[in-house]
């Protein structure tokens, strides 16, 4: 793996290649800014992640070979096994204060519950005071009964 030490906990950037959508989610959900698209061509991603200063997740040892980027090879094909690689790796936290939106990547901005109204299932909205909104595709979000699972399936993750 090849990145710099100079960043420091939080500050981290990622860029997931085409082979790693379900990691780049769940990166995106615990608040990490992680670019993903799925039908770009390898170099667009090298550049991007150039121009942005994002540390590249791959799969492709081909891709880890490319001079002036920072990359880090994910050893595994399961999502679980590479979230605790990548939170090993770079020390990453636990960051429940903040979520991004798993679709478009932005930071989730909290939602009024009146502006939720009709915009979730009327039991939601009857048993939820906190919402959570996506500036640009405008969904909408909540702490449902999944979360729970999500919660053991992280502490697993962050050997909690």
């Given amino acids: 793996m090849k990145h710099d030490q100079s960043f420091s906990t939080g500050q981290y950037r990622f860029a997931a290649d085409a082979m790693l959508g379900r990691l780049a989610t769940w990166l995106r959900l615990l608040g990490y800014d992680t670019f993903y698209e799925p039908h770009i061509d390898d170099q667009v991603l090298v550049e991007r992640a150039q121009a942005e200063g994002r540390i590249i997740l791959t799969r492709d040892v081909q891709l880890t070979k490319r001079r002036g ?92």
């Fill in 69 to 160: 980027v920072r990359t880090l090879l994910v050893e595994s094909n399961n999502v679980w096994e590479q979230l605790r690689q990548v939170v090993q790796t770079f020390s990453l936290a636990r960051r429940p204060e903040g979520s991004r939106c798993p679709r478009c990547n932005l930071a989730l901005v909290p939602l009024d519950k009146e502006k939720a109204a009709g915009r979730v299932p009327e039991y939601v909205w009857q048993t939820q005071e906190a919402f959570h909104e996506c500036p640009k595709c405008r969904r909408v979000f909540w702490r449902g009964t999944h979360i729970a699972h999500m919660e053991a399936r992280l502490s697993e993750v962050f050997d909690e």
